[in-house]
């Protein structure tokens, strides 16, 4: 059983930047696949970014690529989001995600380790 624990969202202007943070703990996380997704006025459990188990190969929503980067510290048993450019349509809970057999995916369905979510919320 892995546990995920996201820290990191707040309140920022449009245009700032932020850096999610999810550190797991319970399981091999050197052998899970990491995503983050998140939950919007618009849209629910949104993909957002994932990562695979080495932390070289990555893939993002077209509503994020340019602007945000997922990355993984093997060592810390920790992914983090780190967000540029915010827009106030970037406002959202992040929930960060593991999925077992370590490749990325952009579907909800394919993790099945949640944390419980940060906020973050971006001003105009």
């Known amino acids: 059983q892995v546990q995920l624990v996201e820290s990191g969202g707040g309140l920022v202007q449009a245009g700032g930047s932020l850096r999610l943070s999810c550190v797991a703990s319970?399981?091999?996380?050197?052998?899970?696949?990491m995503a983050w997704f998140r939950h919007t006025d618009w849209k629910q459990r949104e993909f957002v970014a994932t990562?695979?188990?080495?932390?070289?190969?990555?893939s993002y929503s077209d509503s994020v690529k340019g602007r945000f980067t997922i990355s993984r510290d093997n060592a810390k048993n920790t992914v983090y989001l780190q967000m540029n450019s915010l827009k106030v349509e970037d406002t959202g809970v992040y929930y960060c995600?593991?999925?077992?057999?370590?490749?990325?995916?952009?579907?909800?369905?394919?993790?099945?380790?949640w944390g419980q979510g940060t906020q973050v919320t971006v001003s105009s």
């Open positions: 995600a593991a999925r077992r057999g370590g490749e990325i995916s952009r579907v909800a369905w394919g993790f099945q380790y």
């Open positions: 319970g399981g091999t996380f050197s052998t899970v696949g």
């Open positions: 990562i695979n188990h080495r932390g070289d190969n990555t």
